[in-house]
Nanobody, 117 residues
Framework: QVQLAESGGGLVQAGGSLRLSCVTS????????MGWYRQAPGKQRELVAD???????NYADSVKGRFTISRDNPKNTVYLQMNSLKPEDTAVYYC???????????WGQGTQVTVSS
């Protein structure tokens, strides 16, 4: 059974930092692209950052230079270090990996990040 479990969200003031973690099981983690997505109230879910099995990274323009995605293969965990947080970063953050079937995906349950001004 595939499981993705996010943690590390919370309430932080603007300019602060948080580190999100996503622990996975049931997948061959080292072979998988992992992504962080977010969904703010009333908005569509959007890609924040992803990292391939080779370690190549990709970021949304809105977070470049502030967020860093990384992975620890022995721990089956992907991280999102978020610095210089802004109120507009407030959202539920989800971990995602492609599924075994075409166009499918596995998602975590999400972790709330709230940035106060």
């Amino acid at each position: 059974q595939v499981q993705l479990a996010e943690s590390g969200g919370g309430l932080v003031q603007a300019g602060g930092s948080l580190r999100l973690s996503c622990v996975t099981s049931g997948i061959t983690f080292r072979l998988k692209t992992m992504g962080w997505y977010r969904q703010a109230p009333g908005k569509q879910r959007e890609l924040v950052a992803d990292i391939t099995s080779a370690g190549s990274t990709n970021y949304a323009d809105s977070v470049k230079g502030r967020f860093t995605i990384s992975r620890d293969n022995p721990k089956n965990t992907v991280y999102l270090q978020m610095n210089s947080l802004k109120p507009e970063d407030t959202a539920v953050y989800y971990c995602r990996t492609p599924g075994f079937l075409r166009d499918s995906a596995y998602w975590g349950q999400g972790t709330q990040v709230t940035v106060s001004s």
